[in-house]
Nanobody, 117 residues
Framework: VQVAESGGGLVQAGKSLTLACAVS????????MAWYRQPTGKQRELVAEITDGQRTNYTDSVQGRFTISRDARNTMYLQMTSLKPEDTAVYHCNARGRSPRGLYDSWGPGTQVTVSS
């Protein structure tokens, strides 16, 4: 199962950006999907997560500014508004579920988000 992110880029503070994550290689809907981010020189941290039942959870620093969603299959989105320079990081997608080959826990290579002040 492969995961790929898209939509990163350079934006000014206060602007918006939407990231997408596509899962391929499984005919089943992922049980769990999440966005993580890793600023340069820092540890990777959870940004937002969404279950198959559409339950969501956000880290405190993005609550009210970011919205996680997913479609009926295996594409997930992260709508980011009111971006701040401290949101600058590589954003990674994580997907977990079942495939014809068994359980998977897959990560994408990441997409860079840079917010200028």
């Amino acid at each position: 199962v492969q995961v790929a992110e898209s939509g990163g880029g350079l934006v000014q503070a206060g602007k918006s950006l939407t990231l997408a994550c596509a899962v391929s290689g499984s005919i089943f809907r992922a049980n769990y999907m999440a966005w993580y981010r890793q600023p340069t020189g820092k540890q990777r941290e959870l940004v937002a997560e969404i279950t198959d039942g559409q339950r969501t959870n956000y880290t405190d620093s993005v609550q009210g500014r970011f919205t996680i969603s997913r479609d009926a299959r295996n594409t997930m989105y992260l709508q980011m508004t009111s971006l701040k320079p401290e949101d600058t990081a590589v954003y990674h997608c994580n997907a977990r579920g079942r495939s014809p080959r068994g359980l998977y826990d897959s990560w994408g290579p990441g997409t860079q988000v840079t917010v200028s002040s």
